[in-house]
T-cell receptor
Framework: GAVVSQHPSWVICKSGTSVKIECRSLDFQATTMFWYRQFPKQSLMLMATSNEGSKATYEQGVEKDKFLINHASLTLSTLTVTSAHPEDSSFYIC???????????FGNGTRLTVT | AQSVTQLDSQVPVFEEAPVELRCNYSSSVSVYLFWYVQYPNQGLQLLLKYLSGSTLVKGINGFEAEFNKSQTSFHLRKPSVHISDTAEYFC????????????FGTGTQLKVEL
């Protein structure tokens, strides 16, 4: 089956530093990838939609300059949390799909802790 | 815009008992409906989905769900649960032609006890 690998699975960083999270589709070409954020005991909130070769589309309220998304190839999208602060601590999950209305495949998530 | 309501934040149940996790949605357009399961510190795994056709949908791990358009519900059921079913369950909706843009419910923690 289709596999999405997310790396790292957890990361701890100091306030003010930047952190990059990778999302890779291992055995299929993902034209679209989605990035979500999940707070403890809460649901997933869509942050942005990333299409290969074009700029990401951010959801309302998500700072595009803080959460930089790059989808440079059909198998890799990255989310960079810039100048991280403790309130950015969360569980970040990506999903990938080959196309519109095709099944979504989720990564295992990245737990970010900002100290 | 659409929304999803999962009324039960936690559902405790004994092993081998039946369970129903409730999901109601709101949308002004036709929708696709999904149930996902999330184990601790992991991503989401698709249990089942309703796109069209038969309103009773069977998924993996013995789960099934029934789409009820008049009640705007998509409740998840399993006739006999196992300890391994302990996890967080999310109901999600997307509008047809929505390009996989999902709106999730707040989740229901299913806790199976011996």
């Amino acid at each position: 089956g289709a596999v999405v690998s997310q790396h790292p699975s957890w990361v701890i960083c100091k306030s003010g530093t930047s952190v990059k999270i990778e999302c890779r589709s291992l055995d299929f070409q993902a034209t679209t990838m989605f990035w979500y954020r999940q707070f403890p005991k809460q649901s997933l909130m869509l942050m942005a939609t990333s299409n290969e070769g074009s700029k990401a589309t951010y959801e309302q309220g998500v700072e595009k300059d803080k959460f930089l998304i790059n989808h440079a190839s059909l198998t890799l999208s990255t989310l960079t949390v810039t100048s991280a602060h403790p309130e950015d601590s969360s569980f970040y999950i990506c999903s990938a799909t080959v196309g519109v209305d095709s099944p979504l495949h989720f990564g295992n998530g990245t737990r970010l802790t900002v100290t | 815009a659409q929304s999803v309501t999962q009324l039960d934040s936690q559902v405790p149940v004994f092993e081998e008992a039946p369970v129903e996790l409730r999901c109601n949605y709101s949308s002004s357009v036709s929708v696709y409906l999904f149930w996902y399961v999330q184990y601790p510190n992991q991503g989401l795994q698709l249990l089942l989905k309703y796109l069209s056709g038969s309103t009773l949908v069977k998924g993996i791990n013995g789960f099934e769900a029934e789409f009820n358009k008049s009640q705007t519900s998509f409740h998840l059921r399993k006739p006999s649960v196992h300890i391994s079913d302990t996890a967080e369950y999310f109901c999600a909706v997307s509008h047809t032609g929505g390009g996989n843009k999902l709106t999730f419910g707040t989740g229901t923690q299913l806790k199976v006890e011996l």
